[in-house]
Nanobody, 127 residues
């Protein structure tokens, strides 16, 4: 069992940057993969980025590749998402999630293999 709390969202102009954080408690943080996901009203939660337990492997949705960077600090039990060159279409509620099963290939990009969702943090991008 793990509890996740996201923070760092806000209002930013297009082209700006934000850094999201996800604080984890409960199960040993350094033992499981983590991911970032986002959701807008009326749509399903979608994959944004993921990272393995060590931080050595990262995965990104094509829509954010080259603009977003996922990282983790296992000593601080915290996951990060650095978002640069933000676009209006990046506006959403952002969630972090944990996975407690082995992930292979396309599984890294699928929302259904992650869980323990936090409350989310709102990102608004003005044009």
């Amino acid at each position: 069992q793990v509890q996740l709390v996201e923070s760092g969202g806000g209002l930013v102009q297009a082209g700006g940057s934000l850094r999201l954080s996800c604080a984890a408690s409960g199960r040993t943080f350094s033992t499981y993969p983590m991911g970032w996901f986002r959701q807008v009203p009326g749509k399903e939660r979608e994959f944004v980025a993921a990272i393995d337990w060590s931080g050595g492997m990262t995965y990104y949705a094509d829509s954010v590749k080259g603009r977003f960077t996922v990282s983790r600090d296992n000593a601080k039990n915290t996951l990060y998402l650095q978002m640069n060159s933000l676009k209006p279409e990046d506006a959403a509620v952002y969630y972090c999630g944990a996975s407690f099963r082995p992930l292979y290939g396309s599984m890294w990009y699928e929302t259904r293999f992650f869980g323990s969702w936090g409350q989310g943090t709102q990102v608004t991008v003005s044009s």
